[in-house]
Every structure is written in structure tokens, then in C-alpha cells.
């Protein structure tokens, strides 16, 4: 017998006989075998709602595959290399009390306890069991005998043996790039060590160096063909400016410069000497006329308070014409008096110079923007919308004009190599790395662009290595289908990446152990281990991990003999290895967040066409969204956060599962708010008592009994209900899966009870518990084993429902959309007159539309339904040409509707021979019990009562209604 719904309870149980059965422990055999991944979780707090919604998406996807008949794989490891668990030590250490506030508050950890982490090796300790017991909470499927983390010493010798393998390929290269850099760390930085700037670009602006005297003022630009219209320069009278010798790596001339403080500091992370000279009042530098080193000209600075020192030199060259901030700030100069700066010049008679031509500007393009987006003045916020119009016509449509001499006709979305190139080469330009938004580290401090010297990068710009990650792109599966370009966007993007550091956790790098190797660049062909790891954990030493052993069982290298020897592995061990290993590769799904496809997705596909066969290549990515608590962004360090074990504490496992994937599709951004997963408890609710009513009734399966229209009606509908959950779950979209699969299918078993349908309640309870077992799979199984199946012992080994097009019944479907429509038609007749009926008359088609009607469906059907058509074709019938203008207007009403039906509707309608007629008269006790009057159903061709002359209105699928 069912109890009562105690969700913790239930999920205890089940997870526990799961657990002692070890159903989910996966090893080769006769089955189609299917290997499913999800982003380890990077163990600096309790998981959350983000890592909730992708490894239950993955959850419900293995468990969904494995009811399926496939051999199904869910592995899961731990990743804590890098600095972050290093800051988080330090700062617990400290008792840093924003640190102490978020993970006692949000993060659930006791004061105690916490206050004892203090050591990454602690940290790590902790958040391990943590973890593991919260995605056990929650009912992952998940094969744990494959479980790791990144530290363990064989995890290292995998790690060394892919870094050795890259480098011998020629893949690792040493050189000088532009990378994130902490000066506090004295570190680069990835995604995982960042505060905020997460996605911050490195941005490669020009420098072009304006003369004055025998000193150097270079202005940072992104578009630098517009020096050639510039007319003067900004600089804020607010700033702190610096005079510097610089002296470029490799060169011996040095140049002095007149930069701002701070970008004296970003110049320090290099690859220039720069040294202090002294400090030069920006009253100095006001008012002084410099000379453009690209047309020779000399342009008079002036004062503004919107230059930053954020960007650039502290300095910016100002380009009227082609720069609506610039043509602002000089318009609100305007008849000044400038003279506390010495300048006696009007700014009104600057003559605006104008170097590009576009089709949809005249002569000065920034000030026509200005005018079109009625901006006011240069603190407009209209301001912004004015330069990105601007900016983007003459990005992708201006060419650029004969005073840009050797350049003129060029197109603007190619010049800027071209010209940087050229002003490199004569020493007026160079180039300056800037983030593309600020980027502070997880310690707190404010990060630089560095160019390191003496780094190891992966050579990711290696075209060869590219046009094989485009390949692998070409013929895998991308989920939804429309972030295919933007992986290839992300590769055509993507450039050397620092994949070492000194300070952290992690593997030594094996050719230079003074490096380690940085955390996403040991994160990438992982999902390799969880095959080799079991046999780790069950049979050998780390030490026994050679690099003889990855490439006898991962690629199929050497000889068995001679690696058992090298490795002291017994060879019928080895060869189980590699055997698994070709059974279990490649990666046949690979769910991840969208925040994961620029930087591990990519470098995942990088490695995987480096270092394996084609056939080991991943086969598909599935990309979902973010998730916010109560509209806010959640953050692990600051707050808010819901953790998976507070949804879990407060709701069950079921519950939270259900709500976070009927959340939001795909990449859509989830929202979880405390009013909808009340409501998705009550649906749960719902659904187990439900349950509990069949089987207290003492319902049996009764498929085979004679079956009236409700009944074919509802295992119609279950069937596409069937059909449309595997459809969705194969596409990865778990809302649509859900819609399916619960709610649409809870409101159908509402409407077939309503009409009194009761016989194949056990037969429909039976295949709704399968139907939502990968998605609440720890009410299913009591469900299950209340219902004392003799199938397999648990649902979730259990065949998935399949659906049978054999009772797909049009007619039953079309019969009770016709008798739901005509009910709801009725009572909001009801509603809208407040009659109180006595008497219901309802009037059926007449027979001329009837037949009508099918012509229309019939012509459409063969591609040629028009207005036009119609008419001569029902002009031929006699009859229906008796009823002279009302034909016209049916058929104009008609003609649109059948044209805009989906295929579906339409093949429902078309194929079903429905006698209206007599299926509202086989059903007028149900009308006459939801209505509580007598009803009556009558032919509109001849009908017995009509006092108000209704039945004129009556078409196909629309019986007329008269109320007494």
C-alpha cells in the first residue's frame, strides 16, 4: 500500500537500495553502451543552483538513456587545482569576516567547522564528502567507483603524460603574450581565479605616438585609421601624469613618454624597460599643439573631464567628424573662455576633418548621429547609442577617403592590421593590450594585461590545430543547434593561452617543473580518467601509472608485454583497460553550461583532436543557461546562493528536480523563485495521490477490455504524450520533456476522469511512472513498487514507454476536442449572460458545409486550396450552389483557417470520419451533468426546435448553441 507523501523519507530509502544494489555501477556487456559527462564541480563551496540544474539535466538524460536499453556511464570527479582554494585557505585563516559571513551563511558550514579549514588540503578534504553527499541527495545515477580529484597522484601522471604528449607534438610552445595577471599572486589567471571580469577579453588597442618636443604622448585607439582626422587632443586637468623612459625589449634607443600614473604601472607588465622621471602637472599639458606623426599636422590639446585613466594613456585623440562624444565635448567648448589655460583659441573654429566615407552619412557622420538621436550634450545617454550607430556603418560599410593617402578605398573592417603593421614598422605606433572590462582576482586585487616572458602557452593559433577542431565541430552535435557558429566564432577567436604558473595547486609541468600546470589546461580530456580510474582505485599504485600505461590503454601504443614490465601491471589488467576503454570512448554527451563554452569546451574539443583518433572524437555538446535566486544573480563568494543541499533540505529531491528542469529550455536562464517550486510541490503532491487512489481502488490492467471514446481518446493522447517526452529528452529540452510527460498528461487525466473514464486508470498510472522516472525517479520507484510489478525490481531499470501509433485514434482525439469545445462554448455563454439554464439545445453543422468542409480539407491536402478554387468547385454542386451568398462567406472563413492549421491538426482533422452528431448525442449525460439543465442535440438542416434561429451558425467542428 502507498503511504503517505514523506518525500525525505521515500528518497532516503530508495537512494540507499540503490546504492546496496549498485544498479548504477556501469561495465561493459552486450548493450549499446552511452557515456554521458557534466562538468566536474570545482570544489570552493557547497554545490548550488547552477550545478543542480546542469547535473540534473545530465541525470535525467543517463537515467533516460538507460531505460532506454543503453549501457549508461554517469561518472563524476572533483576539481581543486589553481589558486582559489590557496585565497580561500588564507582568507579562513585570516577569519576575513566577508569570507567567514558567506560560508557559514549561505554555504550551510558551521562556525566550527569552518574556522578548521584553513589548509587547501582541509578545504579539499571537506568539500569532497560534501559534495558526494549532496549529489546523492538529490539521486544522481552516478557510477562513484570512478570518482577523483585533480590533486591525486595518478590524476597527476595522466596529467603529465597528456602535457608530455602536447609539447612532443609541438602544441606547448614558450614565448612572450599578453596574459591575465594578478600582481598580487605574481600569477596569470583563468575564469576560475576571477572575481569579477569573468569575461573579459584582452584587447589589443594602437598606440600612435603624437610628438611634442622630444617627448613621446601616445593616445590609445581601437580604430586607428581615424588619426588621420584628428584635430585635437583631450586630457583631464583631474589626472596625475608621469614622465617615463622607455625602452622596448630588444631595442636600444629609448623614448621618453607623458602618461598617466596608471598606465605607467600597466606599462611595467610589458615587455619595456620603463623607469620613473618625474611627475608633470596636467596644467602643462594643456593648451601645448603636438604634432600627428601620420599627417604631420599640429592639433592643440585641450581640457575634458570624461577622459579616464581606466584605458589607454590618460590621453585621447579627438576625432569630431567621426566621434560623436568627441564632436560633444567640443561643441559644449564652444565660445569658452580657456584662457586659465592659456589657450586663446575658439574652439568653434576647429575645421572638422572627415576621412570616411559611408553610404548612409554625409560629410561628418557624428554630428548627423547626434541630430538623428537628439543628443543633448556629451552626458546624454543617448550619447552611447549615437557612437555605436555611427561606429558599426562604418565598420562594416565605410570605405576611407583620398586624404587617407596610400589607404583611400580601403574598407574600414580592413584596415586596422594593415595600418597598425605600417605604423609598427616606422616607430608611430605600437600596440597596447587593455581588458575589455575591469578584472579583479579572487584575492581582491585588481588584475593586469602582462606579457610574460618566458611562458608556456598552448598554441591554440596553430591554423592546423584549428581546421581540426572545425572538423570535429562539422560532423558532432551541438545542443541547441544555432550555438554550432558560436563555437567556431569561440576557434577563430581564440589565441595562445597561458597553460602554467607558479604558485597553486595542481601537476608540475614534466619538461619545466618550476610550472605548474594551470587548472582549466588539466581540465580538458578528463572524462578519459573515469575509465582508467576505477582500475586505479581496485588494483594498482600511482607509481604503476607510467606513461607507457596511457598509451598502450587510451591510444593503442606498444606492446603489452614490454608495458606490463615498465609498469608492474598484470598484463590481463592492462588488457581490460584498453578494452573498456574502446568500449566506453568517445564521449557521447557532453552537458555543460553556457558560461563553459569560450574557455573548457573549447579547449576540450582542442586536446581531444590532438591527442586521439577521430573515432575517439566527442560526438555532442549540450549547452544549458544560468540560474538566478528570486531574479538576482547568484555568486558563490558573496551572496546569494542557493545551495543544492537547502533545495534539497527544504523541498526533497523530487520536488527540486522537477522544478529546475521544468524551468527553462536549453540555454534560457533559469529563475528559481520559492512561489514556483510551491507550486511544483503541490503538482508532486498531486501526482502521488493520484497514485494512491488507483491503487486503493483496486484498479488492475484492463487494456483489452471494450473501450468506449474516452478511453481511446486517452490512449490517444498518451501516446503522443510518449512520443513527444523521448523526442524532447533526445534534443536535451527537459521543460518540454516535463510539459509532456507531467503537466500536459495531469490535465488530460483531469479531463478523462471528468468524463467519467476510469478502467484504464491502473494501465495509464503504470506508464506515467516510467514516463516520470528519470525526472523524480525516487516517487516513481515507490510508486513502483506499490504497484507490485513483475518486471524489474527497480523503475529506473525498467523498458521507457514507447509509443504505439497503432492507437493513435484521430477520431477519439477530434471527438473530445469537439465535446470540450462545445462545453466551454456553453459555460461561457453562461458566464457572460448569467442565464441560469433550464434547457440547452446544441445544433450540428447542415449537411452543405458539412460537405463543403471536407472539399476544402481535401484540396489543401493536395497543395491547391484557395478562395478561388473552392468557390468553382462547390459552385458545381447544386445543392450547395442553392444556398447563394452564404457559401462565399463560409468558404472566406474557412479557407484561411484550414491553411494555417499546423500539419498536425490538420492530419487529425483530415483522417478522422467524425459524425458530430452522434457523438454529442452519445455523450448528452455528461452535458446534462455539467450543465444541470436537459439538453438537446439537433440538425441544423432541419431543426425540431430553434426559437431563435441559432442553428444558422452551426459549422463543422462548431455545433451552434441555444440557451433557454
Not at 567567514?100 to 578545504?123: A, C, F, Q, W
Not at 585635437?232 to 602618461?259: A, C, H, Q, R, T
Not at 527553462?664 to 501526482?687: N, Y
Request: one cysteine or more; glycine letters at 6%; charged letters at 30%.
Amino acid at each position: 500500500m502507498l503511504q503517505d507523501y514523506k518525500p525525505h523519507e521515500i528518497e532516503k530509502k530508495w537512494q540507499k537500495r540503490w546504492d546496496e544494489e549498485k544498479i548504477f555501477e556501469a561495465d561493459p556487456d552486450n548493450r549499446e553502451k552511452f557515456l554521458i559527462t557534466v562538468p566536474y564541480p570545482y570544489l570552493n563551496g557547497n554545490l548550488h543552483a547552477g550545478h543542480t540544474r546542469t547535473f540534473t539535466i545530465g541525470d535525467a538524460v543517463a537515467r533516460h538513456k538507460r531505460m532506454k536499453g543503453y549501457n549508461v556511464l554517469y561518472p563524476m570527479g572533483f576539481h581543486v587545482t589553481g589558486t582559489p582554494l590557496v585565497g580561500l585557505a588564507e582568507l579562513i585563516k585570516k577569519q576575513e569576516p566577508k569570507t567567514m559571513e558567506v560560508y557559514s551563511k549561505y554555504h550551510g558550514i558551521p562556525r566550527n567547522i569552518l574556522e578548521n579549514l584553513d589548509t587547501p588540503d582541509k578545504i579539499v578534504d571537506y568539500f569532497t564528502v560534501e559534495a558526494e553527499k549532496s549529489m546523492k541527495s538529490i539521486g544522481y545515477s552516478i557510477d562513484w567507483r570512478r570518482k577523483f580529484t585533480t590533486t591525486e597522484e595518478a590524476y597527476k601522471k595522466f596529467i603529465e603524460w597528456q602535457f608530455n604528449l602536447l609539447y612532443k607534438k609541438g602544441y606547448i610552445v614558450k614565448g612572450s603574450h599578453p596574459v591575465k595577471w594578478c600582481p598580487s599572486d605574481d600569477n596569470p589567471v583563468e575564469d576560475h581565479d576571477i572575481l569579477h571580469g569573468e569575461e573579459a577579453n584582452i584587447v589589443d588597442y594602437t598606440l600612435i605616438k603624437f610628438k611634442y618636443d622630444d617627448v613621446i604622448i601616445p593616445c590609445a585607439t581601437l580604430r586607428p585609421e581615424t588619426v588621420f582626422g584628428v584635430t585635437n587632443l583631450w586630457v583631464n586637468p583631474e589626472i596625475e601624469y608621469v614622465k617615463v623612459k622607455v625602452k622596448k625589449d630588444g631595442d636600444d634607443k629609448s623614448e621618453y613618454w607623458i602618461v598617466s600614473k596608471r598606465t605607467y604601472t600597466k606599462l611595467q607588465y610589458t615587455d619595456k624597460d620603463v623607469e620613473y622621471i618625474e611627475d608633470v602637472p596636467a596644467s602643462s599639458l594643456i593648451g601645448i599643439e603636438v604634432e600627428n606623426p601620420v599627417t604631420g599636422d599640429d592639433v592643440i590639446s585641450l581640457p575634458a573631464s570624461f577622459v579616464t585613466d581606466e584605458y589607454g594613456s590618460g590621453i585621447v585623440m579627438s576625432v569630431p567628424a567621426h566621434a560623436p562624444y568627441d564632436y560633444l565635448a567640443l561643441k559644449d567648448m564652444y565660445d569658452k573662455n580657456l584662457s586659465e589655460y592659456g589657450i586663446n583659441k575658439n574652439p568653434r573654429d576647429i575645421q572638422f576633418i572627415s576621412l570616411i566615407d559611408v553610404s548612409e552619412y554625409g560629410e561628418f557622420p557624428a554630428v548627423e548621429a547626434v541630430e538623428e538621436y537628439g543628443v543633448v550634450d556629451q552626458n546624454d545617454s543617448r550619447a552611447e547609442d549615437a557612437t555605436k550607430a555611427v561606429y558599426r556603418k562604418e565598420f562594416h560599410n565605410g570605405v576611407l577617403k583620398e586624404n587617407t593617402g596610400k589607404y583611400a578605398n580601403i574598407e574600414v573592417s580592413k584596415i586596422k592590421d594593415i595600418l597598425t603593421q605600417d605604423l609598427i614598422e616606422q616607430n608611430i605606433g605600437e600596440i597596447f593590450y587593455e581588458f575589455s572590462e575591469p578584472v579583479v582576482c579572487r584575492c581582491g586585487t585588481p588584475c593586469v594585461v602582462k606579457m610574460v616572458r618566458g611562458q608556456w602557452f598552448l598554441n591554440y593559433s596553430d591554423p592546423e590545430w584549428k581546421e581540426n577542431v572545425y572538423r570535429c565541430i562539422d560532423q558532432m552535435d551541438i545542443i541547441p543547434s544555432e550555438y554550432r557558429n558560436e563555437f567556431k566564432n569561440k576557434v577563430d577567436w581564440i589565441k595562445d593561452k597561458a597553460c602554467a604558473r607558479k604558485k597553486g595547486l595542481g601537476t608540475r609541468l614534466p619538461f619545466d617543473r618550476q610550472w605548474l600546470i594551470e587548472s582549466l589546461a588539466d581540465s580538458t580530456i578528463y572524462m578519459a580518467y573515469y575509465i582508467v580510474g576505477k582500475f586505479v582505485q581496485e588494483n594498482f599504485t600511482p607509481k604503476q601509472m607510467v606513461p607507457e600505461t596511457f598509451d598502450f590503454v587510451l591510444l593503442g601504443k606498444g606492446n603489452l608485454e614490454d608495458v606490463a614490465e615498465k609498469s608492474g601491471i598484470d598484463k590481463d589488467i592492462l588488457e581490460q583497460m584498453r578494452y573498456e576503454f574502446e568500449y566506453w570512448y568517445p564521449v557521447d554527451l557532453r552537458s555543460s553550461g553556457k558560461d563553459l563554452v569560450p574557455n573548457h569546451l573549447i579547449f576540450f574539443l582542442f586536446h581531444h583532436v590532438a591527442i586521439f583518433d577521430e573515432d575517439k572524437w566527442p560526438q555532442t555538446i549540450a549547452v544549458n543557461g544560468f540560474v538566478s535566486l528570486e531574479g538576482e544573480k547568484m555568486s558563490k563568494s558573496k551572496g546569494p546562493l542557493l545551495t543544492l543541499n537547502d533545495a534539497v533540505d527544504n523541498y526533497g529531491a523530487d520536488i527540486s528536480r522537477v522544478y529546475i528542469l521544468s524551468n527553462a529550455e536549453q540555454t534560457q536562464d533559469a529563475d528559481w523563485r520559492s512561489s514556483g517550486i510551491e507550486a511544483t510541490k503541490k503538482q508532486i503532491e498531486r501526482f502521488h495521490n493520484f497514485a494512491r487512489e488507483i491503487l486503493d481502488s483496486g484498479l488492475s490492467q484492463n487494456k483489452e477490455s471494450e473501450l468506449h471514446q474516452i478511453d481511446r481518446w486517452i490512449l490517444s493522447r498518451l501516446q503522443h504524450n510518449i512520443m513527444d517526452t523521448n523526442d524532447a529528452l533526445d534534443a536535451i529540452k527537459t521543460r518540454n520533456a516535463l510539459q509532456n510527460s507531467f503537466f500536459f498528461l495531469s490535465n488530460e487525466i483531469k479531463w478523462y476522469q471528468r468524463r467519467g473514464g476510469e478502467k484504464l486508470l491502473y494501465d495509464i498510472l503504470d506508464t506515467w511512472v516510467r514516463l516520470m522516472s528519470p525526472f523524480a525517479p525516487h516517487i516513481c520507484e515507490e510508486i513502483w513498487e506499490s504497484m507490485g510489478n513483475k518486471g524489474p525490481e527497480f523503475v529506473s531499470l525498467a523498458p521507457y514507454p514507447e509509443h504505439d501509433p497503432e492507437l493513435i485514434d484521430n477520431a477519439a482525439e477530434l471527438g473530445e476536442e469537439l465535446i470540450n469545445n462545445t462545453l466551454s462554448d456553453i459555460e461561457e455563454i453562461i458566464k457572460v449572460t448569467k442565464i441560469n439554464p433550464k434547457k440547452i439545445v446544441i445544433y450540428t453543422s447542415p449537411e452543405w458545409k458539412n460537405e463543403s468542409y471536407k472539399r476544402a480539407l481535401k484540396m489543401h491536402n493536395e497543395g491547391n486550396l484557395n478562395i478561388g478554387n473552392l468557390m468553382k468547385d462547390l459552385m458545381q454542386d447544386p445543392v450547395i450552389k442553392s444556398y447563394g451568398k452564404e457559401v462565399q462567406k463560409f468558404v472566406q472563413k474557412i479557407a484561411p483557417n484550414i491553411t494555417s492549421m499546423d500539419r498536425e491538426k490538420f492530419d487529425k482533422i483530415y483522417n478522422a470520419d467524425l459524425d458530430e452528431e452522434s457523438v454529442l448525442k452519445e455523450n448528452l449525460g455528461f452535458f446534462e451533468k455539467e450543465t444541470g439543465c436537459t439538453v438537446e442535440i439537433d440538425n441544423a438542416d432541419n431543426p425540431q426546435y430553434d426559437p431563435d434561429n441559432k442553428s444558422r451558425y452551426a459549422a463543422p467542428l462548431k455545433p451552434a448553441i441555444y440557451i433557454e
